[in-house]
């Protein structure tokens, strides 16, 4: 017998009562059914794991705790973070489109407040008298004001304010120099120049007034609610300078 009669005359066999194919040619059969099953599974998981088919979306952040709400406590906000009290590492950033000054403790956002800014809020102040709020970067300590009681006192100009006043000619060489050693010491700028100065962020000396963020109507300080002030001072450690950025209001 040849290898092909073999292969392609077997013996039958019985059963069920049913003749079928010889035991090598039903193994075959039985092996080409499974063989197709398998490549549809295959397929449909190849389907289901990743030809095309987008992952699931994470599941977006938590909003934060104080969301809408600028009078939850602020240790409360920062024990829930782990962050430690008093706060360490402080920094604040002002949105003049959002009206919010927004605190930092190790890079970590703690808590927002509404603001309010110069009657001219829009621009960088640039001379005395303009009503402007800066725009930049500054260090901000805590101070006492005739005026306005304890707040925190903004060191405008900085070195930036005085280098570009001096490059157009609207302060002299000397009043330059007085601006660059008391940044360079971080002491309180002097506010006698072309540039004016005393810029504040503050509230009133009475403590109970409020709306004092319902609209702009500072000479060019930032002003915040009363309560929210007194939080922020004791916030910030006694003796610490903690940088603040004043973003400007964006380009139409």
């Known amino acids: 017998m040849h290898g092909d009669d073999f292969a392609f005359h077997p013996f039958p066999v019985t059963m069920m009562g049913m003749k079928v194919r010889s035991i090598p040619a039903l193994r075959i059969a039985l092996f080409c059914a499974a063989l197709c099953l398998c490549l549809v599974s295959c397929r449909g998981a190849a389907q289901d794991s990743g030809n095309g088919a987008a992952p699931a979306a994470p599941a977006p952040a938590a909003e934060p705790e104080n969301a809408g709400d600028p009078d939850l406590p602020l240790d409360a906000i920062a024990a829930h973070k782990g962050l430690g009290w008093p706060l360490q590492n402080i920094s604040l950033v002002v949105d003049k489109k959002e009206r919010t000054i927004s605190l930092y403790s190790r890079d970590t956002f703690v808590k927002s407040w509404p603001v309010a800014f110069g009657s001219s809020p829009r621009g960088h102040k640039t001379r005395e008298g303009d009503s ?99 939080e922020l001072l004791d916030a910030v450690p006694d003796g610490a300078k903690p940088r603040l950025t004043i973003r400007p209001w964006p380009e139409e």
Request: charged content about 20%; hydrophobic content about 30%.
């Open 132 to 230: 402007r709020t800066p725009e930049g970067v500054y260090y901000i300590f805590k101070y006492t004001s005739p005026s306005f009681g304890r707040c925190f006192y903004i060191a405008y100009p900085n070195l930036r304010d005085a280098q570009l006043a001096l490059d157009s000619g609207r302060i002299t060489k000397n009043q330059f120099n007085r601006i660059k050693s008391a940044v360079s010491k971080k002491q309180k700028p002097p506010h006698d120049t072309p540039l004016g100065g005393l810029i504040l962020l503050h509230g009133t000396k009475d403590r109970s007034q409020t709306g004092l963020t319902d609209t702009d109507w500072t000479l060019g300080c930032i002003a915040m609610e009363n309560r929210h002030l007194l």
